[in-house]
């Protein structure tokens, strides 16, 4: 989780970002201003203390840490499961402020002041009796925070409740807070389904995740007295022509950017991400269950989270492959070169394997022409295609890394060139930015240096610790797979490459730092020979296992 700040111009900013790793929360700050600027040039050259909790990172930004491990607390017991960080607007200006769950049942609010090295601690009561009970608490299956100025904390708890807490930082108490309101969700009479999500939609509307079902999300309205007893709504996920042979289990829920075309300042428009590999577009004012698909035919994983991206793009992290996806929010057909309308074409992604706490389904056979279906983003791959040098890390990044799942995904405001995501062992930082731009974004710029004649010197201005991931993507196709791109980065070098290639990649509409494959089966990292055209895979079957919430070494359980 993390949020950005803007001072008055577009190169003074200030980001936070935070994170848990088993029974420990991780947070970095970062600035960078003209007033930064001036301080790091007095500063260099000088030999950093060993105990230094700050530096400057590759684009000369000031970077701040701060660890917090919960007392008494035992790994894989104990470990941190969610988290979410107060908005400026909600919080006093001297701390930061995160409210964090455990496997074991604690629910807190962390306020800490990284400057005077100060903590304060404050616990809710997740215990089913009025009477505090510490071995009677409950786990944290999920938890989100509000976005008025006086939040509210809503919590899906093991047992199926959802609770609403007040959130006062001024006045911290040694006393555990009850919730203000409770509400005990039962889908279909069976106490024993799982909730995997829960989303603030609005200030007075909580959106729940459940799985597997036909009905997987309701949304419960916070009325004066608190929870209604009953939810608002219910949202079918299935076409109407076979609604009883379609389940999924949601894993992720995103409110829509109010900022975003089409969005609404109630909080009607939500997103949802399910075990089937689809993003649903959902409408509180709508008689449907969606009003549109965003669906990758390439590769149906598992949407375990999700984040939005400017005011026109989402993300979305899937359980395989270590990959997320990119798709365009904007009206179907109006950019052909993200959106491609399938209404004509029968919709059926791959069958799944029914397993426990996870969902099968033919998703949506025969879906009808109303309900637009999109594809045509492009994916990620966050795992490198070649080992990063040892010295660039403090430790063996490739003893970290492996095929994981995307447990979580921040993007820290709508105008960041960042992308974090949460991955098993590991938090990976993402900057969208064009190396060979002419003129760089300013908010990178203080990291050039230039060759003799002026030239940008891209390998010392972008990667001088040699810690860049050289990475792999793909834009994906239609349903047949047709007009997919298989794409790798040509790393960070001293100069950009040959007019031959740049005519191609422009030709292609592409950055000339992403190469097609098919044009260059020599580099082909692996060795491998890539198939024509028409033989290219278009949907990888591959078994799946749901989203790991607690255990030990969760390096992005908590969110990012």
């Given amino acids: 989780m993390g949020y950005e700040e803007m001072y008055g111009s577009w190169g003074e900013r200030k980001e936070v970002l935070a994170w848990s790793a088993g029974t420990q929360i991780v947070m970095r700050t970062k600035e960078t201003g003209a007033n930064i600027e001036k301080i790091r040039q007095r500063e260099e050259g000088l030999d950093q203390a060993p105990d230094q909790t700050w530096r400057y990172d590759a684009f000369k930004h000031l970077t701040t840490w701060f660890t917090y491990k919960i007392p008494d607390s035992s790994e894989g017991r104990d470990d941190i499961v969610n988290l979410k960080l107060l908005r400026p607007h909600q919080r006093d200006l001297a701390s930061e402020d995160i409210v964090f769950g455990t496997a074991s049942g604690q629910l807190s609010l962390l306020s800490a002041s990284p400057d005077f090295a100060e903590t304060r601690v404050q616990n809710y009561n997740t215990d089913r009796s009025n009477v505090f009970d510490e071995s009677r608490k409950r786990a944290i299956a999920d938890l989100s925070i509000s976005s008025s100025s006086t939040p509210l904390l809503a919590t899906a708890l093991s047992d199926t409740s959802l609770a609403i807490y007040p959130i006062d930082r001024h006045n911290f108490s040694d006393q555990a807070i009850k919730p203000s309101s409770t509400a005990k969700t039962v ?50 996920v299935a076409s109407e022509s076979v609604a009883h042979s379609n389940h999924t289990a949601v894993y992720s829920i995103l409110p829509f950017p109010s900022t975003s075309p089409g969005a609404s300042e109630a909080g009607h428009i939500f ?93 949506v056979d025969g879906l009808k022409s109303q309900t637009p279906v999109v594809s045509g983003g492009w994916n990620l791959y966050l795992t490198p295609r070649t080992t990063p040098s040892r010295t660039a890390y403090r430790t063996d990044y490739t003893r970290l890394r492996g095929d994981s799942p995307v447990y979580s ?152």
């Fill in 187 to 236: 889908l279909d009479g069976k106490p024993q389904r799982k909730i995997w999500s829960c989303e603030f939609i609005s200030d007075d509307a909580v959106a729940v995740g459940w799985g597997p079902h036909a009905e997987p999300i309701e949304v419960y309205h916070i009325g004066p007295e608190g929870f209604l007893p009953q939810p608002l709504r219910r949202f079918n």
């Fill in 271 to 363: 997103l949802s991400g399910g075990y089937d590999g689809i993003v649903r577009l959902h409408d509180m004012r709508s008689p449907r269950g969606f009003e549109q698909i965003f669906w990758d035919p390439t590769n149906d994983s598992a949407v375990y989270s999700l984040a939005a991206q400017g005011r026109e793009r989402f993300v979305a992290g899937v359980a395989l492959h270590s990959m997320i996806k990119v798709f365009d929010l904007r009206l179907s057909g109006s950019h052909s070169y993200h959106s491609i309308l399938l209404s004509e074409k029968k919709f059926n992604p791959t069958n799944k394997t029914l397993s426990r706490d996870s969902a099968t389904s033919t998703v």
């Fill in 409 to 560: 995904l921040s993007i820290p405001s709508s105008t960041s060139q960042k992308l974090y995501a949460g991955l098993e062992g590991v938090v990976e930082s993402l900057t969208l930015h064009g190396v060979a731009d002419i003129y760089p974004d300013t908010m990178l710029s203080h990291s050039l240096v230039r060759h003799s004649a002026g030239v940008v010197d891209v390998r010392a201005s972008y990667n001088s610790d040699g810690g860049a991931l050289n990475l792999g993507m793909y834009e994906q196709g239609t349903d047949e797979g047709l007009g997919m791109q298989l794409l790798v980065q040509d790393g960070v070098t001293d100069k950009v490459a040959g007019k031959e290639r740049r005519d191609k990649a422009v030709a292609k509409g592409l950055d000339e730092r992403w190469i097609d494959l098919r044009d260059e089966q020599n580099r082909w990292s692996s060795g491998e020979t890539l198939p024509p055209r028409e033989e290219l895979p278009h949907r990888p079957r591959t078994s799946r296992r749901p989203p790991r919430r607690s255990g030990r070494g969760g390096g992005g359980g908590g969110g990012a």
